[in-house]
């Protein structure tokens, strides 16, 4: 069983949005630090945001102001509000949690920006 699974992603017009959701399913993430990573062919894994357990968040410099983590400690889930703007957003979206030298991945969810 992936303990981490996305969703939400799909096919997102320049200036559109998505709101991708991550459920942790058989692990509890309420001490956990959460992270979004995006890939692209060819390039390696990029950060993101970030939201600590206080929730205190971190994003790139190219997704601030335009995406939104957050998590839901209640429902066990995290969630981004992708705003797109440009095609730079295409990729491949991973939830990835980690604590105490624990860490887990989702198996990611694919987002394409394209007119």
């Known amino acids: 069983q992936v303990p981490l699974v996305e969703s939400g992603g799909g096919l997102v017009q320049p200036g559109g949005s998505l709101r991708l959701s991550c459920a942790a399913l058989?692990?509890?993430?309420?001490?956990?630090?959460l992270d979004w990573y995006r890939q692209v062919p060819g390039k390696e894994r990029e950060l993101v945001a970030t939201?600590?357990?206080?929730?205190?968040?971190n994003y790139a410099d190219s997704v601030k102001g335009r995406f939104t983590i957050s998590r839901d400690n209640a429902k066990n889930t995290m969630s981004l509000q992708v705003n797109s703007r440009k095609c730079d957003d295409t990729g491949i979206y991973y939830c990835?949690?980690?604590?105490?030298?624990?860490?887990?991945w989702g198996r990611g969810t694919q987002v394409t920006v394209s007119s």
């Open positions: 990835h949690a980690r604590w105490f030298g624990n860490e887990y």
């Open positions: 939201i600590t357990t206080y929730g205190g968040t």
């Open positions: 058989g692990i509890r993430i309420t001490i956990a630090t």
